[in-house]
């Protein structure tokens, strides 16, 4: 059986901040496209979910002007797409990788193609904030929590009201209350 049979499942992560800015909501059934970039795990800071094994045939790309420092551009074929790399070293050929793929919608390298999927399975991911009294957020969850959804969606942020100044409330009375005797004495009578 040849590679191109083989139909390949990606985990891929989407930056809410992706979703927001192109007001974009994704949906279980949804065909997706985007240029994906792979990340090799990183033990400290890669959620263990999100890791996954590549295997794929490495190309070494020519450089461009949005590579990283010292890393060598890479683009990984997979049988129906395609993953930018910025590998540590010089890479051709087969590979076998273990990382994260995110989607990338800013910039790749010219030609590097977009993959096409369909959306299998959505979990969105959150943190806990609240606000402390030094007004800085604080993660009170103790950590990441998914939740298995049929479509992406952007949760409205708290509203937050501050207690009304007592000082400024009474004051805005007063001058209503200036305002509108300035009016009667005028001979401005007030409409019901």
Same mark, same amino acid.
């Given at each position: 059986? !040849?590679?191109?049979?083989? $139909?390949?499942?990606? %985990? ?14 994704? =949906? ?8 994906? +970039? ?5 033990? +400290?800071?890669?959620? *263990?979910? &999100?890791?996954?094994?590549? @295997? !794929? =045939? *490495?190309?070494?790309?020519? %450089?461009?002007?949005?590579?990283? @420092? ?9 049988? &129906? ?21 995110? %989607?990338?919608?800013? &910039?790749?390298?010219? !030609?590097?193609?977009? %993959? +096409?999927?369909?959306?299998? /399975?959505?979990?969105?991911?959150? /943190? $806990?904030?609240?606000?402390?009294? $030094? ?7 103790? #950590? ?17 009201? $501050? ?8 004051? @805005?009375? /007063?001058?209503? /209350? ?8 005028? #001979? ?5």
């Amino acid at each position: 059986m !040849g590679c191109e049979d083989i $139909d390949v499942i990606l %985990t891929v992560r989407v930056a809410t901040w992706e979703l927001e800015e192109n007001g974009r909501v994704l =949906s279980v059934g949804d065909e997706f496209s985007s240029w994906l +970039t792979f990340h090799e795990a990183d033990a +400290t800071s890669t959620p *263990a979910q &999100d890791v996954q094994m590549i @295997l !794929g =045939s *490495a190309r070494p790309l020519p %450089t461009w002007p949005g590579e990283g @420092l010292a890393v060598h551009p890479v683009q990984i074929d997979l049988a &129906d797409g395609a993953l930018y790399w910025e590998a540590p070293g010089p890479v051709e050929g087969p590979v076998e990788v273990i990382g994260t793929v995110c %989607t990338n919608n800013i &910039d790749a390298p010219d !030609g590097c193609p977009e %993959t +096409t999927g369909v959306v299998r /399975r959505i979990q969105m991911e959150w /943190r $806990d904030y609240v606000m402390g009294s $030094d007004k800085s957020w604080r993660d009170v969850s103790g #950590g990441l929590r998914y939740e298995e959804v049929p479509a992406t969606y952007f949760p409205f942020p708290p509203i937050e009201i $501050d207690e009304p100044d007592p000082e400024a409330e009474a004051d @805005l009375k /007063r001058r209503s /209350r200036q305002g509108a005797s300035r009016r009667l004495d005028h #001979g401005h009578v007030p409409r019901l």
